[in-house]
Structures are given as structure tokens and as C-alpha cells.
């Protein structure tokens, strides 16, 4: 099975790209980050058109997630537990947002995550985007305790840079968000919660990003982050046989400033 994630950065702007992608990708699950419209504007017929059933939760023109899956989709969730909501002057105001979707793809519980991005450090939005990954991982080491075997896949975009190289140069990032300690801790107590990296060990560093800024000729440039991930838990990550960034995705006219992170699997689900 191969599964994949990629913030669109708009799913209508982009539907064609994402139809052509697909079709050459030869994916059977996406997860995708910041469709950037509700649920009654979403294109499904794009994915439908291809044979993927697809889940999306959107409640606005901002944030949105969705899975589409061409090996069946069941058991949808919106949210995780305990995930905190945004109320714009604290990290437990409001409503969750959607930034949160899963569903059971040939017995892989597959997330779509988009982290909030944090803004700037003592911004109240940026001690949400802490609260929210304690939270994921909280929500993800009790899976874990409930049952060690369960094969969970959280993609998506982090929003975080675990590694110095991850970023093209960490002066550039002095006193900003994505790269600061406590990021980098709420992101490593994911992985210690039983959540390994699988995409680094077959696309490793440095200079190996999934991001590149529009602005200042950042991708010809070579100035990336690395953001976008696949953790998975024990099991699946057994089954992982090979991964890949297609950097491919970011080249040529209209792309996301995304490109999508792929993650092959192997091996009897198990399930």
C-alpha cells in the first residue's frame, strides 16, 4: 500500500494538478492539509473520478483536512481526543478546528493533520500550537496502551523542524517559530511516545525539505523547510519498505508550496 500526505494549500485551486498527481503517483491513500473550504464546496469528484472515496472536514475558507483512499474508508473521525479548540486570546477557547480527520484505509487508521502554525513566539496561538501537539500525543500514547498492535499513521503538515537541517539555515530562523526547543520537544515526545519518522531513514538530509516559501525565489533557491511528515506507530512502521519526497510536485506552473511526502508499505496488515 502506498500512502501519502500533502497540504494542497487550496484543493480547488489545484484540482487539477492534484487529478494529474494522483494519476501518476499511484497512491492508494492521501492525506491532505489546508483544502481551504467547507465541506459543500469540497471537489470529491475529482478523487471519485479516480476511484478514491474521500472524507473532508472544512469549516471555512481556512485550515480543512481530508483522506481519500482507493482501499477503502472506513470508520471516519473528526478530531482527535482532547484536541483543543482556538479562541483567538487563549489556547483553550472555541471550538476545534479543522485541522483533524481519520479513517481506516485496508486496517491503517490513516490522520490528516495540520498543526497550527504558531505564528511568533509569545504569541497566544503559538502556546496553542504546543497545547495541541501535547494533546495528539497524548491522544496517541493512549492508542497505544489500549492496544500496542493498532497500525496509526499521523500525516501531515507539523509545522515544525525537528532537525537543524531541516531548515536551510538556522540563522535565518533566529527568534521564529517552527525551529525553538519547545516545538522540537513536543514533536520528539511524539516520536518517544511510540511514533517513529519513517520518511527520513530513505530521504535523508540535509537539503532535503518539503516546503519552499512563493515568495524570493525560494525553491530554485534551494531554501526549504523540512515540515511535512509521516509518523507511525510500531507496527505499521515494521511494514514501511520505502519513502520518497516528490519534490517533482512543487515544479511548474500553479503548485503548492507543499510537495507531497510518500510512504510505502509492505507486508500482511495484520488486521
Same mark, same amino acid.
Given at each position: ?40 464546496? $469540497?471537489?470529491?469528484?475529482? $478523487?471519485?473520478?479516480?476511484? &478514491?472515496?474521500?472524507? =473532508? ?7 480543512? %483536512?481530508?483522506?481519500?483512499? /482507493?482501499?477503502?474508508?472506513?470508520? %471516519? ?35 490528516? @493533520? *495540520? ?12 502556546? *496553542?500550537?504546543?497545547?495541541? @501537539? ?8 493512549? /492508542? @497505544? ?12 503538515? $507539523? ?18 517559530? =517552527? ?7 513536543? $514533536? ?9 519518522? %519513517?520518511?527520513?531513514? *530513505? ?5 532535503? &525539505?518539503? &516546503?519552499?516559501? *512563493? ?20 507496527? @505499521? ?33 495484520? %488486521?
Amino acid at each position: 500500500m502506498r500512502i501519502a500526505t500533502w497540504n494542497v494549500n487550496s484543493v480547488r485551486a489545484r484540482s487539477g494538478r492534484i487529478a494529474s498527481w494522483l494519476e501518476r503517483s499511484d497512491v492508494d491513500v492521501v492525506a491532505i492539509q489546508e483544502t481551504k473550504c467547507r465541506d459543500d464546496q $469540497f471537489p470529491a469528484e475529482i $478523487f471519485r473520478d479516480l476511484g &478514491y472515496e474521500v472524507a =473532508h472536514h472544512g469549516l471555512s475558507q481556512w485550515n480543512g %483536512v481530508a483522506v481519500a483512499s /482507493r482501499v477503502g474508508l472506513d470508520d %471516519v473521525r473528526i478530531g482527535f481526543p482532547g484536541q483543543p479548540g482556538w479562541g483567538g486570546d487563549n489556547s483553550e477557547g472555541g471550538d476545534p478546528e479543522a485541522r483533524a480527520i481519520a479513517a481506516t484505509c485496508a486496517g491503517v487508521q490513516v490522520w490528516s @493533520l *495540520y498543526v497550527p502554525n504558531g505564528r511568533e513566539i509569545g504569541d497566544p496561538h503559538y502556546d *496553542y500550537k504546543l497545547l495541541w @501537539l501535547d494533546r495528539l500525543r497524548a491522544a496517541g500514547e493512549a /492508542r @497505544l496502551a489500549e492496544d500496542p498492535n493498532v497500525q496509526v499513521a499521523f500525516c501531515g503538515d $507539523f509545522n515544525v523542524a525537528p532537525q537543524d537541517d531541516d531548515v536551510w539555515d538556522m540563522a535565518e530562523f533566529d527568534g521564529k517559530t =517552527h525551529v525553538t526547543k519547545p516545538e522540537r520537544d513536543a $514533536f520528539a515526545n511524539l516520536v518517544d511516545a511510540g511514533f517513529a519518522e %519513517v520518511v527520513r531513514p *530513505y530521504a535523508p538530509g540535509p537539503g532535503v &525539505y518539503t &516546503y519552499w516559501d *512563493y515568495q524570493g525565489l525560494a525553491f530554485p533557491k534551494r531554501k526549504g523547510m523540512r515540515i511535512d511528515f509521516v509518523l507511525a506507530s510500531p507496527r @505499521l512502521a515494521e511494514r514501511v519498505s520505502g519513502a520518497m519526497i516528490d519534490r517533482e510536485e512543487r515544479k511548474g506552473k500553479g503548485p503548492s508550496d507543499h510537495a507531497p511526502v510518500i510512504v510505502d508499505v509492505g507486508g500482511p496488515s495484520g %488486521v
